[in-house]
């Protein structure tokens, strides 16, 4: 059970490998025209929901894994935080994505939204690194 659990857990992980390269899709999106921003938006729109159903997954499959392993409190102190803070901000990405796609299909600039954009981004990108590097290195703390 436990190969099992490890395998829907890497495939989790996969689908939290999207919010790596998203502050550079956001970065570059206020450049495009408009047509290219809508399909933009929308296509990060649905894979940040994809995304927050692997990081489901990766709950379901780390608490499990957690209960068979033996790792010290403040590791698991440190990949809760940072679990939390991924679905924060993954959470919080979800408003400036829909206010830019209703900007972008009534002709608005979307320059206020864009800014919010890049900076989640950037902060949930971080955050997967670092809980992937806790992750890689459990016995650090």
């Keep these: 059970m436990y190969k099992v659990m490890l395998f829907l857990h890497i495939v989790g992980t996969l689908g939290l490998g999207f919010y790596l390269v998203l502050p550079f899709v956001l970065g570059s999106v206020s450049k495009l025209s408009l047509a290219a921003q809508e399909g933009t938006v929308s296509a990060v729109k649905t894979l940040n929901r994809y995304a927050q159903i692997a990081l489901v997954i990766q709950l379901l499959t780390g608490g499990y894994m957690i209960s068979k392993g033996d790792y010290s409190v403040a590791w698991m102190v440190v990949v809760v935080v940072l679990f939390l803070a991924i679905g924060a901000f993954s959470g919080i990405l979800a408003k400036p994505l829909r206010l830019a796609l209703e900007a972008i299909r009534q002709n608005k600039k979307i320059t206020a939204?864009?800014?919010?954009?890049?900076?989640?981004?950037?902060?949930?990108?971080?955050?997967?690194?670092?809980?992937?590097?806790?992750?890689?290195?459990d016995s650090i703390i």
């Design 113 to 137: 939204q864009a800014s919010k954009l890049t900076t989640l981004s950037a902060a949930l990108s971080v955050c997967v690194l670092l809980i992937a590097f806790f992750m890689v290195y």
